[in-house]
């Protein structure tokens, strides 16, 4: 009786499978579509971008690719630094940036110490160790040759190798191992200075009309959302 009861179970449930996979193809088809991302799938939502932000600069700036690097030396942005009223950017920028300044003359600094905004350190300038210190350009001028400053003129393009809102001084490894990279290659050691890094890259392409790349784009909006009020810097 038990192995009776057993054979029709598993003759019903056989049949109940037929039946079933003969009316899949048409349940799927009636069914509705699902359109469901996971979470990994769903992009990061752009935090509100506050009137006069980094961020509100930063969507008004053209995306595309890069141009290429033909044509491009140093020379395209001006033979060295410039001199201002006797005095070379480079110096300048030093005495901006760095505490405790002595000068040799009336331009050039001897000594001092920079509170190095890349890595967070102190670092002691002398005429020994003068290496230690290095002028930035926080988009480095191949990048800029290849983001649109081919297009602009000679005297424009030495204007922005000496802006002061493009040069910063920093740690000299740092500025080694940075060397032409833009935000989606690298990024300052010291993380609670790279939204202000951002903005200040933010703020030189838009003076200059530089257009950005896509990853760097992405990149920028990684930092920037998270600092959504960041304003653009005023030098």
Not at 26 to 55: F, K, T, V
Not at 108 to 121: F, H, K
Not at 171 to 184: F, R, Y
Request: with cysteine; proline share 6%; glycine share 6%.
């Amino acid at each position: 009786m038990r192995r009776r009861r057993a054979t029709l179970i598993f003759i019903g449930g056989t049949i109940l499978l037929a039946l079933l996979a003969g009316a899949m193809p048409q349940l799927i088809e009636d069914s509705p579509a699902l359109d469901i991302q996971l979470p990994w799938q769903q992009p990061a939502p752009n935090m509100p971008a506050p009137a006069g932000s980094a961020l509100e600069a930063l969507n008004t700036l053209e995306v595309k690719g890069r141009a290429p690097k033909t044509g491009y030396t140093r020379d395209q942005f001006g033979s060295g630094w410039a001199t201002v009223n006797g005095c070379s950017t480079r110096d300048i920028i030093m005495y901006r940036d760095l505490i405790n300044v002595t000068l040799s003359n009336e331009c050039t600094v001897a000594t001092g110490i920079l509170n190095d905004t890349y890595t967070g350190e102190v670092i002691e300038y002398t005429k020994a160790n003068a290496s230690a210190i290095q002028i930035d350009h926080v988009i480095a001028l191949s990048d800029a040759w290849q983001t649109g400053a081919q297009q602009l003129t000679a005297k424009t393009r030495q204007q922005l190798a000496n802006d002061p809102l493009e040069l910063i001084a920093v740690s000299g490894k740092q500025n080694q191992i940075k060397s032409d990279s833009n935000a989606a290659s690298w990024l300052p050691p010291n993380k609670p200075f790279r939204c202000e890094y951002i903005a200040r890259q933010v703020a030189v392409k838009q003076k200059y009309k530089l257009w950005v790349i896509p990853a760097e784009k992405v990149a920028m909006l990684d930092i920037l959302n998270t600092c959504p009020a960041q304003a653009l810097p005023q030098v």
